[in-house]
């Protein structure tokens, strides 16, 4: 039998959660049974790790020898535990990579982070430049990519938009603190012919020097976003400079696919992309959009493009758009790989 490995989902509706229950779903869809305990929880994180706790010590009566289980990592203080529990009643693991604590968060060494993953019996990682990586530290288990991450929704965006080559409107969701995205505040500085279109928490309105050039709309759920954002293009750009993406946050962006790419493209936008990042090909190879080394550079080639070319990237958009919204790369990748 395949299994998958479900919890309780502790802190509200973020990415993480929300590409983690997706692929629940999209395996439950193939065939893939649950075991553990799936609930939904806002505040009591006491609750959350006692009902994951049972959740893994459930395997100990649900797993057969020859069964297969996919644990979605990080899995907090119970993924080490749940690979050993799984192999000593003769079954398979399988990890599907969301995030690395060692090379973003810092809250693990490298070596021990690989030493965790290396308990998986099959990895399924975000891309090729995170398998590179991953091997080159000493990650030594077979590895399937993901390509990209689905996004479940049943939501459509049905706003018209033109393509005039007048004032671009350029989308950004996520977290837009300073600490964060230090180059969102100075961006306006040189933005000519564009301006942002801000969705999230945390902006600091105060810090920016011309309010003019940026639409902030505050924290709207995604399936509202979908439906109802009306932009060109969506941003993957983290960090704080404008004209490369670094720090922590920025040079992570090499290695994952971030979530919000896929939010993007089910929104319909074409994707403005780091040409450093590890989801740089895919957007390319698709036709999805483009890749800039600087935002800089958006001044010179937002002018260029044509309502031919502008349409052409929509249209693949929308293409890309349904796979996601069916969960094909989680039942392509991840049921390939069990």
């Known amino acids: 039998m395949k299994y998958y490995l479900t919890k309780c989902y502790h802190g509200g509706m973020n990415a993480g959660n929300k590409a983690k229950m997706d692929i629940e779903v999209s395996l439950a869809e193939v065939g893939f049974r649950a075991v553990g305990i799936h609930s939904y929880n806002r505040r009591n994180s006491l609750w959350a790790f ?28 119970f993924y080490a535990w749940a690979c050993r529990l799984i192999h000593l009643k003769g079954g398979q693991t399988v990890t599907v990579i969301h995030d690395l604590g060692a090379f973003r968060r810092k809250k693990k060494s490298i070596a021990k982070e690989i030493g965790l993953l290396n308990r998986s019996d099959g990895l399924v990682v975000h891309n090729d430049s995170m398998k590179a990586w991953l091997q080159d530290h000493g990650l030594n288990r077979p590895m399937e990519c993901l390509e990209v991450f689905d996004y479940l929704s049943d939501t459509e965006n049905l706003v018209p938009r033109n393509w005039d080559n007048g004032c671009v409107k350029v989308m950004y969701a996520g977290a837009l603190s300073f600490q964060k995205n230090a180059y969102l505040y100075n961006i306006a500085d040189f933005m000519k012919g564009w301006q942002l279109e801000l969705y999230g928490k945390g902006f600091e309105v105060a810090r920016i020097n011309k309010e003019r050039d940026f639409h902030y709309h505050g924290f709207v ?88 070319q502008y349409e052409e990237m929509r249209k693949n958009v929308l293409r890309i758009g349904g796979l996601l919204k069916s969960g094909f790369y989680a039942k392509k990748h991840i049921d390939g790989c069990a």
Request: aromatic share 8%; net charge negative; with cysteine.
């Open 50 to 77: 006692l009902q994951n706790l049972v959740g893994v010590c459930s395997l100990l009566f649900v797993i057969r020898k020859g069964d297969t289980v996919v644990v979605q990592y990080p899995y907090k203080k």
């Open 221 to 308: 759920a995604s399936d509202e976003l979908i439906a109802c954002c009306d932009a060109h293009f969506g941003l993957v750009w983290e960090g704080d400079s404008p004209d490369t993406c670094r720090g922590s946050f920025g040079e992570y962006l090499a290695l994952n696919n971030p979530h919000k790419l896929s939010l993007y493209i089910r929104c319909g936008l074409p994707i403005i992309i780091w040409k450093e990042a590890a989801m740089a090909p895919f957007v390319l190879a698709n036709g999805l959009g483009v890749a800039v080394g600087s935002l800089k550079e958006l001044n010179d080639l937002l002018p260029t493009l044509t309502a031919n």
